[in-house]
């Protein structure tokens, strides 16, 4: 049977890695998978050396956690690094990993 849940997805620098991991288990994240990733967005390719790869933050959620994180994340990172996050609809099997 499947389950409607929401994922969550963070584009952000990696130096934000475990104050992101931090939001997702205080709000209620039961699991993430991390990917280092590059691109290229409105303000063009940004990584140096220094810095590092950015990261994409997954994780699978019920509605209202996804809420809580989103908000979480904006209102501690937003205004001051770069990073995109989202939220959309997926169906999971196994319902008691997500839960």
């Known amino acids: ?3 409607k849940l ?3 997805t963070i584009v952000a620098e990696s ?4 104050g992101i991991l931090e939001i997702l288990k205080d ?3 039961t699991g993430y998978t991390i990917t280092a990733c590059e691109g290229e967005g ?5 990584a140096s050396d220094f810095e590092g790869r950015n990261i994409q933050i997954d994780t699978i959620v019920t509605k209202e956690v996804g809420k809580l994180v989103l908000t979480a ?3 501690r990172y937003m205004k001051n690094y770069a990073l ?3 939220m959309s609809d997926v169906e999971v099997v196994r319902e ?3 839960k």
């Open 1 to 3: 049977m499947l389950i």
């Open 6 to 8: 929401k994922k969550v």
């Open 15 to 18: 130096l934000l890695k475990e």
């Open 27 to 29: 709000q209620g994240s």
């Open 42 to 46: 409105s303000k063009g390719i940004h």
């Open 73 to 75: 994340v904006s209102e």
């Open 84 to 86: 995109i996050a989202t």
């Open 96 to 98: 008691d990993k997500f």
